[in-house]
């Protein structure tokens, strides 16, 4: 990479932030007022008419992934049918609402913990559930989450023949070396084995690949790239490695185990690293962190409606759900699950609901999705256009060259898809003027 550019980059911030706003890390423990609101709010009319997804959980999983923060609960074959029953609860709970009922969904996506720890007849029979009671629209897809070293041919076929569109499977890296140190359980070769054959089967794979894992140097990270590239994947997401409290890469990294992750430049260099070889392979950057090569992904009405769609989510510890002005995340242990929902109360821990500044803060979190913000739009729903409410931020994101204004719309730069992310914090930080 020339100098210059990589100087540009380094120099628009002094920090690349991992995550950005509005997410489950921010929410409040639930109280009994807000869950009182929440019920009356799921009781009127969805009027936003915006195609929605509905996610069931699996919360269950079979291995101890050393970087892995998701709030899942080790696979014990007795759980199993207790919670699916209490999952289906929950899901009919939800389906017998006004607001679900008068709500569309165009994805059916089974995520978790590792949804592919269970039979393929126990997820089909959770994908059917959800087509015989909520409105699903005739063009909606099936995603189901999973790890390659609980996948195998019987149960992709099975996949491939009810319909299923796409695997979303954690593959992190190929590197042999690199998967024993973050315990994960199969190799990189049988993770590509099972790729192929998905793909064979005409199913789509997307995979999750992670940056700057300890011991990752810039080479391994270009051969995962371009691994992933040679597979012909329809998506790939890329994530920078977060150490997260708790886990147990904290304590390897701790003990010397495992040594450090590069710095912020590294992380970021990674990134445009990565950009660079998947655009110049024919993939175009969308949403969160995926390059994909397929209009479904570029079309997902659930991304594209961002912040007026929705997420239905279930099951224990799901924490992506957002429903209107309402965020929440349910409790992660099974047993409190189960028994919640055995009464008839939604098994939420923790909520937000979204003020009016909120509102204006999520539509300029477009930008972070790569998505542009319609100043139009904007003017019409809240009054004032983006400069007039986010004067500074604006004007400091422009002369860096981090975005792009003209009359119709608010874009992200080439320079503002490395930054996307300090970019919402900007105006998450910022006091809206309304
Ligand atoms: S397979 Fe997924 S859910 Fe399970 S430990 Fe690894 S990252 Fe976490």
């Known amino acids: 990479m020339d100098e210059n550019i990589r100087q540009e980059i380094l120099n628009a911030y002094e920090f690349r932030k991992q995550w950005p706003p509005y997410t489950y890390r921010e929410y409040l423990d639930v109280t009994p007022e807000l869950l009182k609101s929440f019920v009356e709010f799921l009781k009127t009319e969805n009027m936003g008419k915006r195609k929605m997804e509905l996610q069931p959980w699996i919360t269950f999983c079979d291995s101890r992934c050393s970087f892995c923060y998701y709030p899942s609960t080790m696979f014990r074959g007795e759980f199993v049918n207790p919670y699916l029953t209490a999952l289906k609860k929950e899901l009919k709970m939800y389906a017998e609402t006004r607001y679900v009922k008068t709500s569309e969904f165009d994805e059916i996506v ?10 393929a007849e126990q997820l089909i029979g959770i994908i059917s559930f959800c ?26 076929k099975k996949f491939a023949e009810y319909g299923v569109l796409q695997l979303d499977v954690g593959v992190q890296t190929f590197n042999n070396e690199i998967r024993r140190g973050l315990f994960i359980q199969d190799s990189g070769e049988h993770a590509e084995e099972i790729i192929r054959k998905a793909r064979q089967l005409g199913l789509y794979v997307c995979i999750d690949l992670m940056y700057n894992l300890p011991g990752q140097t810039m080479e391994i990270w270009r051969e995962d790239v371009k691994k992933a590239i040679e597979l012909e994947l329809e998506g790939i997401d890329c994530y920078p490695l977060e150490v997260y409290p708790g886990t147990l890469m904290e304590k390897q990294l701790q003990s010397g185990e495992l040594p450090p992750p590069g710095d912020w430049k590294k992380e970021a260099l990674m990134y445009v690293e990565a950009v660079e070889m998947f655009t110049k392979a024919g993939y175009t950057p969308v949403g969160h962190d995926r390059f994909t090569k397929v209009r479904e992904h570029i079309e997902e009405s659930c991304l594209n409606g961002w912040p007026w769609a929705g997420i239905l989510t279930t099951g ?109 914090w900007e105006f998450a930080n910022a006091k809206a003027i309304y």
């Open 110 to 119: 089974l995520g978790g913990g590792t949804p592919t720890v269970l039979s």
């Open 131 to 156: 087509k015989e009671n909520f409105n699903i629209s005739q063009d909606y897809m099936i995603k189901i989450t999973g790890s390659t070293h609980n996948l195998d041919e019987c149960k992709l």
């Open 316 to 424: 224990a510890g799901c924490f992506m759900g957002y429903l209107g002005r309402y965020s929440y995340q349910n409790t992660e242990k099974v047993h409190e699950y189960i028994e919640k929902v055995s009464k008839g109360i939604f098994p939420i821990a923790k909520i937000h609901k979204s003020n009016d500044e909120d509102m204006i803060k999520k539509v300029m979190e477009r930008l972070y999705l790569r998505l542009p913000v319609d100043k139009k739009e904007f003017l019409d729903k809240f009054g004032k256009l983006p400069e007039e409410m986010f004067p500074d931020p604006i004007k400091k994101l422009k002369e860096r060259g981090l975005i792009e204004v003209d009359d119709k719309e608010i874009r992200i730069t080439k320079l503002g898809d490395i930054w996307r992310i300090n970019i919402a």
